[in-house]
């Protein structure tokens, strides 16, 4: 309706996410947005309102930025409430590197994503490979390890080496987990 009344404009359209950039047509639409709609609506206040991470993240991996994409899932995750009476569970799956491949499995499926855990290479298997169009990354998780140890397994078991031939960039990524807040708190990328 918004839109078909002038109150928003198109301003760009992305084929890959098939998604709309709208646009607020002037000052004056802007601070009635602003000071009226989106308070009375929303209940926030302009300031607050953002993309939400499925876009921030899947934009950012777009643009080659990895490390951007995990400042964005660090964020994420760290706002994700946990259910009382599931604590106690959540507390011993946590230091299992297999719970955070999962968790990130999900968030890059969703994202409509070409993702594979445990993939199965000469030397090993990789925690995690996702295939974009021009990039195909390799993730190593850790909990009881750093994320240069994550990333030196990837080159001592040769884990990115299949990918080299594709004609894409392959980026390597290692990720420490903390096991009490459940976010990664510590990436390291290389190319």
Same mark, same amino acid.
């Given at each position: /309706? ?8 198109? #301003? ?5 996410? %098939?998604?709309?950039?709208l646009a607020i047509p002037n000052r004056e639409v802007m601070i009635g947005y ?7 609506? $929303?209940?926030? %206040?302009?300031?607050? !309102? ?9 934009? $950012?991996? #777009?643009?080659?930025? $990895? ?21 106690? #569970?959540?507390?011993s799956v946590a230091v299992a590197e297999g719970f955070y491949e999962y968790t /990130?499995?999900?968030?890059?499926? /969703? ?6 855990t445990q993939v199965k290479v000469a030397g090993g298997r990789a925690d995690m490979? !996702? ?10 998780? #850790? ?26 960039? !392959? ?13 990664? %708190?510590?990436?390291?990328? $290389?190319?």
């Amino acid at each position: /309706m918004l839109y078909q009344s002038g109150y928003l404009t198109i #301003k760009g359209y992305d084929l890959e996410s %098939e998604t709309y950039t709208l646009a607020i047509p002037n000052r004056e639409v802007m601070i009635g947005y602003t000071e009226g709609l989106l308070p009375e609506y $929303a209940g926030l %206040e302009s300031g607050y !309102v953002k993309g939400g991470f499925a876009l921030k993240f899947w934009r $950012a991996l #777009k643009a080659h930025d $990895a490390d951007l994409a995990m400042r964005e899932m660090q964020t994420f995750l760290a706002g994700v409430l946990y259910v009382e009476d599931f604590k106690k #569970k959540l507390e011993s799956v946590a230091v299992a590197e297999g719970f955070y491949e999962y968790t /990130m499995y999900l968030i890059f499926t /969703m994202l409509n994503f070409y993702v594979h855990t445990q993939v199965k290479v000469a030397g090993g298997r990789a925690d995690m490979v !996702v295939w974009m169009p021009d990039t195909t990354y390799v993730f190593e998780l #850790k909990v009881n390890g750093t994320a240069q140890q994550a990333l030196a397994q990837i080159d001592q078991n040769s884990y990115a080496i299949p990918y080299q031939a594709e004609g894409r960039r !392959v980026v390597k990524v290692g990720v420490k987990f903390n096991a009490d807040t459940r976010v990664p %708190e510590d990436w390291v990328i $290389a190319e």
